[in-house]
């Protein structure tokens, strides 16, 4: 979930090279013969699936395929991929619309204004629904539904090929599922849907997540968002001490690793959180640097 502006061109160019043909040979397995059974179900829910996309061909039929026996509608926001990710949306009958890339946020939010109904199911095109989550949100609709204005889904990061079993990314509370009349606050990166004074509740509905295609995607996309983060914590003046990105890796690392056992995830574990713990000293680092800058510039 990128684009190249600011910061994140090597975020949003991942795999700009990659053949079209072999992109919709992948979909298409991705998309059988799993997906096939999830569509064999009820009537479609009057819920509105949403995704933003930008080269996202290998992996966008795995998405859109675990909505379709949820969502009335299924909306795709293309911010102009080359890869064929938009045919093969259509292909799977979602609704797709260009809009230039304008930040995670103003994507998102441009993209739940063109629901038609009042809930709406927002993944991102490297997530999917197993089908016992898409049964949860049946039954979900079916009984405590309008007892909430946003539901939390429980994500769960694969990486490597592996489900992570611990740590804080195993089972983090997300908010996927809501009214549609709700919006994300307009931040640069790390954008979030603003619940201010709304009543939101914790389902226990499963939402996977395959976070990166490799290692070297991820750490990419790492990069990105903490360029993004110091620039903006710098424009508000924030400051950071010379040893604060070290002791937050450092207890990123211990919470993770072991209080909360993501040891048991062995290298796959091992790779994520190091990556991850690289990230939050990378950030810092970054705003201690536009911060030396910025003094020496005076």
């Known amino acids: 979930m990128d684009h190249a502006h600011a910061g994140v061109g090597s975020v949003h160019a991942r795999h700009r090279d990659q053949r079209p043909q072999r992109k919709r040979r992948v979909a298409r397995r991705l998309y059988s013969p799993r997906l096939s059974a999830q569509t064999d179900m009820t009537e479609p829910l009057p819920l509105s699936g949403v995704v933003i996309t930008f080269n996202e061909a290998d992996r966008i039929a795995r998405c859109i ?13 293309d911010s102009g991929s080359t890869d064929g990710t938009t045919g093969i949306a259509q292909s799977l009958g979602a609704h797709v619309v260009h809009r230039d890339w304008d930040g995670f946020a103003r994507q998102k939010n441009a993209a739940i204004e063109r629901a038609r109904h ?5 993944l991102d095109a490297d997530e999917w629904l197993e089908p016992d989550a898409q049964q949860a949100v049946q039954r979900l609709f079916a009984g405590e539904l309008e007892s909430a204005d946003c539901w939390l889904l429980l994500r769960r990061t694969h990486f490597l090929g592996h489900p992570l079993r611990a740590g804080s990314f195993a089972r983090e509370p997300v908010h996927r599922l809501f009214r549609s009349p709700l919006r994300h606050a307009d931040v640069p990166v790390h954008e979030y849907l603003d619940v201010t004074g709304q009543r939101v509740r914790r389902s226990e509905i499963v939402l996977e997540h395959d976070t990166a295609r490799n290692a070297d995607e991820y750490r990419s996309k790492l990069d990105g968002y903490a360029q993004l983060w110091a620039q903006a914590q710098a424009a508000r003046g924030r400051r950071a001490s010379a040893g604060r990105g070290l002791l937050a ?3 990123y690392l211990l919470k993770n690793l072991l209080l909360r056992g993501g040891l048991v995830d062995g290298r796959a574990g091992l790779v994520f959180h190091g990556l991850h713990a690289r990230y939050v000293f990378r950030k810092y680092a970054l705003l201690r640097a536009a911060e030396v800058t910025r003094d020496v510039a005076r």
């Open 118 to 122: 009042r809930w709406v199911l927002l």
């Open 65 to 77: 395929g675990s909505m379709r026996g949820l969502c009335d509608e299924i909306i795709v926001l």
């Open 249 to 251: 890796a450092a207890m």
